[in-house]
């Protein structure tokens, strides 16, 4: 839940209900307009950064110790510092405890189903591994309307999921 928002944001309000995103999007870049990608010329995956983009400095410390930020969200703590691109406002009456999975394993999958690998309807479509992101590719596909989804695994329990 947004606590508070810095100057010039506007796609955000406190109160409002975000997922963070971990492969962010500054919507002005070539990628971030593109349908085929989201790996952002400004905001993509970047391990080594541990900074704010804004100002060049960590906004974390515990017990006085400098902590650096981790991919843009740093989602390990009870509350974040991010650039806006690194959040996706959602509805506020989806449940949180439910919805914070959603993020990354849902987003991948039913994102590289839907806008890169395009099934069309009566196509086959085969996933592996069905963990969050094999199972948002499989809702991916049926949605495309594929006839035939095959998962595989190496973890049999996650067949009947």
Known sequence: IVESVGLGVTDVKPGDHVLPVFTGECRECR????????????????????????????????????????????????????????????????????????????????GATLNVAKPKKGHSVAIFGLGVVGLAAAEGARISGASRIIGADLNSRRFDV
């Open 31 to 110: 990628h971030s307009k593109s349908e085929e990608s989201n790996m952002c010329d400004l905001l993509r995956i970047n391990t080594d950064r541990g900074f704010m983009l804004s100002d060049g400095k960590s906004w974390f410390s515990i017990k006085g110790q400098l902590l650096h930020h981790f991919l843009g969200t740093s989602t390990f703590s009870e509350y974040t510092v991010v650039h806006v691109g690194y959040v996706a406002k959602i509805n506020p009456a989806a449940p949180l405890d439910k919805v914070c999975i959603l993020s990354c394993g849902l987003s991948t999958g039913l």
